[in-house]
């Protein structure tokens, strides 16, 4: 069956500091993978996605990730976090036989320590 | 540009009424149009597919009769949840996907909108 999975819920980091989010997938087709960010309350806003090509995909605000089909992996990350970047992290993936449909990790919240 | 937006932004109503929510695309042609559910601190579980002029196709477990979709024209879907109860209180999200601008098409990137917050008392 096709699954993303973000293995940590809850993440702390200090301000400044490097931020890595994981996501792995399981996916019978090539697929298309997304990462998308959400404050309390609010919609999703698009960080970065990645449908081909170079597997180093670089997002907004300074968010990078990186496609790894060996491992199955597409880890969202952060060279120096900001106090704002703390909200919900949504990983989802999709797949060109699946009629547009995208699944969606089950989130992982960011807290920012100051 | 591929902007999608979401009325009302929140709602309450009480048991056994009926509430409408729509979905517009602003700047573009939404062909598909998916309605999303989310419950505090959990993801977004999709409810439904909808393509334009056809009828929605619902998700294992979604009760069709009780989640009214309609997506008559390429600008606007809307979800109705009939006899809503507490339970169906919840984040409502709704996106498309389509031909924006310049006739480019958006078949695999779908928008989202900012949900709607329902509260059914």
């Known amino acids: 069956a096709q699954s993303v999975t973000q293995p940590d819920i809850h993440i702390t980091v200090s301000e400044g500091a490097s931020l890595e989010l994981r996501c792995n997938y399981s996916?019978?087709?090539?697929?298309?993978l997304f990462w998308y960010v959400q404050s309390p309350g609010q919609g999703l806003q698009l960080l970065l996605k990645?449908?081909?090509?170079?597997?180093l995909v670089q997002g907004i605000k300074g968010f990078e990730a990186e496609f790894k089909r060996s491992q199955s992996s597409f880890n969202l990350r952060k060279p120096s976090v900001h106090w704002s970047d703390a909200a919900e992290y949504f990983c989802?993936?999709?797949?060109?036989?699946?009629?547009?449909?995208?699944?969606f990790g089950q989130g992982t919240e960011l807290s920012v320590k100051p | 540009g591929a902007v999608v937006s979401q009325h009302p932004s929140w709602v309450i109503c009480k048991s056994g009424t009926s509430v409408k929510i729509e979905c517009r695309s602003l700047?573009?042609?939404?062909?598909?149009m998916f309605w999303y559910r989310q419950f505090p601190k959990q993801s977004l579980m999709l409810m439904a597919t909808?393509?334009?002029?056809?009828?929605?196709?619902?998700e294992q477990g979604v009760e069709k009769d009780k989640f009214l979709i309609n997506h008559a024209s390429l600008t606007l879907s809307t979800l109705t949840v009939t006899s809503a109860h507490p339970e169906d209180s919840s984040f409502y999200i709704c996106?498309?996907?389509?031909?924006?601008?310049?006739?480019?098409?958006?078949?695999?990137?779908?928008?989202f909108g900012p949900g709607t917050r329902l509260t059914v008392l």
């Open positions: 996106s498309a996907r389509g031909r924006l601008a310049g006739g480019i098409s958006s078949y695999n990137e779908q928008f």
């Open positions: 996916y019978g087709a090539t697929p298309y």
């Open positions: 990645y449908f081909s090509g170079d597997t």
């Open positions: 989802a993936v999709g797949s060109y036989n699946q009629g547009g449909k995208l699944i």
């Open positions: 700047d573009f042609q939404a062909t598909t």
């Open positions: 909808s393509n334009e002029g056809s009828k929605a196709t619902y």
